[in-house]
């Protein structure tokens, strides 16, 4: 028991380190850069690939149709670990990629690159999926609404953009914010590809741990790492993830229970 709670204290001990602390809160700040992102970006991908979808029905717009729906089907029923191997293969990095890493707190080739290509993959996965939450939003809408905006000689852009969209989209917030937890916590799976996000990160100081748990002998015997060292840097993630996400849930079940109490 004595010697679990040195091992312990020690496995603490790499919490106190400065460095330690500054280089998680940087992937932490690496995992919601890539989640903030890749929910803005594909909430406008999806909400064209939703219109898309419902309202091109006729002649030639049925071309787009097909395209939404293909695209839409493809990355719902793939795994996203698929599309980041596929990104992080072939998805080139471009120069302008370099200030999203900086603005984050990385200057490396390898973080500058991940950061594009980690935004590109998540954002092709989520926006099939946002593409049908919105579309799902879309049909809540009545259709009175399209009949009143068209008699007072609204066109249809203007009927979109004016009454339709902004009723879809307050009546999905708390499925858009749900579907940003499970954005923030899909990040994690960067962790088997590269050392950049907040799991990344933990994992990198747990295979170095013996350099700040108390056991570091000499440059030919590196101490140890031990089970505390594992339980204390993946609970500390663990705490991370789950203040961020019960936050974001609180808000989804405050919305939910406002638009009940709300009258019909």
């Known amino acids: 028991m004595e010697n679990f709670l040195t091992d312990l204290q020690g496995s603490f001990g790499i919490l106190r380190n400065t460095e330690v602390l500054l280089y998680l809160l940087k992937g932490l700040g690496f ?72 603005a984050l707190g990385f200057s490396s080739v ?30 809540s809408v009545p259709v009175g609404q399209f009949e009143s905006a068209y008699s007072q000689g609204f066109g249809t852009l203007h009927t979109m953009t004016l009454i339709v969209l902004p ?12 579907q940003m937890i499970t954005t923030i916590k899909d990040s994690s799976y960067m962790a088997s590809l590269v050392t950049v996000e907040l799991m990344g990160c933990t994992k990198l100081i747990i295979s170095k741990a013996n350099n700040y748990n108390g056991t570091w002998v000499d440059r ?6 031990h089970v505390t060292d594992v339980f204390v840097l993946f609970g500390f993630a663990f ?16 919305l939910r229970e406002r638009k009940r109490k709300q009258p019909a």
């Open 239 to 254: 705490l991370v993830y789950f203040v961020i996400n019960f936050m974001l849930s609180c808000t989804v079940r405050r």
């Open 31 to 102: 995992t919601l850069g890539i989640s903030l992102i890749t929910i803005l970006c594909s909430i406008l991908l999806g909400a064209v690939l939703a219109l898309m979808r419902n309202y091109c029905v006729h002649g030639a717009q049925r071309v787009l149709k097909g395209f939404s729906t293909f695209y839409i089907e493809l990355f719902r029923n793939t795994p996203l670990m698929l599309w980041m191997f596929v990104c992080f293969v072939m998805c080139p990095a471009p120069e302008f990629s370099k200030s999203f890493a900086t």
């Open 220 to 225: 030919f015997d590196r101490g140890t790492i």
């Open 167 to 178: 009723q879809a989209f307050r009546n999905i917030v708390p499925t858009l914010l749900s």
């Open 110 to 139: 390898v973080a500058v690159k991940t950061l594009f290509k980690a935004i590109v993959a998540f954002t092709l996965f989520t926006t099939a999926v946002m593409a049908e939450i919105i579309r799902g939003g879309l049909n």
